[in-house]
Structures are given as structure tokens and as C-alpha cells.
């Protein structure tokens, strides 16, 4: 079952999946959310939400490039959990608000 995320929220899972892997991870730079992210996409996986912001333009491409094959593997890993943790909450009739 895939879950449908809009640009942000994809975004902020991401964001909080690199935060919690990646100790010297910022953040975001500017003007990552206006280059080749649009419009809703379905997630089966957190490899699915890693390849399409990691590949959406040399903004992420530079973003992604010093974390290591094991970090990438754990972020793709927090990923998975959070889009179940999204079904689940949706499958229950709740919203997942982020940052619950």
C-alpha cells in the first residue's frame, strides 16, 4: 500500500529521517523545496522517499553527498517507519501531525 505525501510533508520526513541518522545534518538549504519537488507522490518505501528528493536536482545532490552507504541505509530505514506509522494512522481514521 502506497501513501500519498504532498512536497512538505515528504520534506519534513526526510528532514527528520536525516536529523535522526546524520548527527552534523542542518537541515535543508534554501530554495530546495522550489527545484524539481512538486505535487503529490506515492510511497511504498523509504528508498522511494530518498531516490526522488536525493535525485531532484544538485540542491539535494550536494545535500546527500557526504552521507555514507550505512547512514543512507538507516535514514531509508527511519523512512520505512514513519510512512508505516503514516498508514497506520490513516488506516485508523487519525491524521499523523508532524511532530506529534
Do not use: C, N, Y
Amino acid at each position: 500500500m502506497s501513501e500519498t505525501m504532498e512536497q512538505p510533508e515528504a520534506l519534513q520526513f526526510f528532514t527528520a529521517a536525516m536529523r535522526a541518522v546524520v548527527p552534523d545534518f542542518s537541515g535543508l538549504p534554501p530554495g530546495i523545496e522550489e527545484k524539481g519537488l512538486s505535487g503529490k507522490r506515492p510511497f511504498k518505501t523509504g528508498v522511494q522517499v530518498w531516490d526522488w528528493i536525493a535525485g531532484s536536482g544538485p540542491l539535494a545532490e550536494e545535500l546527500v553527498a557526504h552521507v555514507t552507504a550505512e547512514q543512507k541505509g538507516l535514514v531509508q530505514d527511519v523512512l520505512d517507519g514513519m510512512l508505516r506509522e503514516l498508514r497506520e494512522k490513516r488506516l485508523a481514521g487519525g491524521q499523523l501531525l508532524l511532530g506529534e
